[in-house]
T-cell receptor
Framework: DAGVIQSPRHEVTEMGQEVTLRCKPI?????LFWYRQTMMRGLELLIY????????DSGMPEDRFSAKMPNASFSTLKIQPSEPRDSAVYFC???????????????FGEGSRLTVL | GENVEQHPSTLSVQEGDSAVIKCTYS??????FPWYKQELGKRPQLIID?????GEKKDQRIAVTLNKTAKHFSLHITETQPEDSAVYFC????????????FGKGTTLSVSS
């Protein structure tokens, strides 16, 4: 498997523009997560899905942020309108459901570095 | 919800010394505690993990200890090498269901030769 695939790797946009980040989880993984990483706040959990269903979006900072997972192999994180304070690295990650035989390692994508001018 | 505190935020050691990073968590229902290493510009990657029914786990130069009563777990790196320099994150599961991980703010470890 190629691992968790994210696109774009880098995006530079202007304040007010819509940003869409994309993620393809590892095949067979039941859970998908979106994290945001900044120097000040570290790795923040934004939202996660189990079997394509959003479970907890309490980490989504504002209504400007939305996430979808229309099927088991694709998810998007959208910011509309974007603001300079949204500049960060956004990581998508996936893991299988934990079981007695499997701790359920969390695998990260390479991240999408967003810069909002 | 779960809160994970990590200390120290930066740690500088000489090559060959040991390094210890400590974390505390708030949710007594948490049952899985991984540690991730992130090199500059790269993704975080798992280096070791421990479940709540185990008190200690070791993998070569790396070990993790867990004290469930105190809600405290630690990463120990022995015989540090320059390639150990990175940011290390601890994490704990959000709840007993154990799906989501909440991360500490990270420790920047610098190993000088």
């Amino acid at each position: 498997d190629a691992g968790v695939i994210q696109s774009p790797r880098h995006e530079v946009t202007e304040m007010g523009q819509e940003v869409t980040l994309r993620c393809k989880p590892i095949s067979g993984h039941n859970s998908l997560f979106w994290y945001r990483q900044t120097m000040m706040r570290g790795l923040e959990l934004l939202i996660y899905f189990n079997n394509n269903v959003p479970i907890d979006d309490s980490g989504m900072p504002e209504d400007r942020f939305s996430a979808k997972m229309p099927n088991a192999s694709f998810s998007t994180l959208k910011i509309q309108p974007s603001e300079p304070r949204d500049s960060a690295v956004y990581f998508c990650a996936s893991r299988p459901l934990p079981s007695a035989a499997n701790t359920g390692e969390l695998f990260f994508g390479e991240g999408s570095r967003l810069t909002v001018l | 919800g779960e809160n994970v505190e990590q200390h120290p935020s930066t740690l500088s050691v000489q090559e060959g010394d040991s390094a210890v990073i400590k974390c505390t968590y708030s949710d007594s229902a948490s049952n899985y505690f991984p540690w991730y290493k992130q090199e500059l510009g790269k993704r975080p990657q798992l280096i070791i993990d421990i479940r709540s029914n185990v008190g200690e786990k070791k993998d070569q130069r790396i070990a993790v200890t867990l004290n469930k009563t105190a809600k405290h777990f630690s990463l120990h790196i022995t015989e540090t090498q320059p390639e150990d320099s990175a940011v290390y994150f601890c994490a704990a599961t959000l709840n007993q269901a154990g799906t989501a991980l909440i991360f500490g703010k990270g420790t920047t470890l610098s190993v000088s030769s």
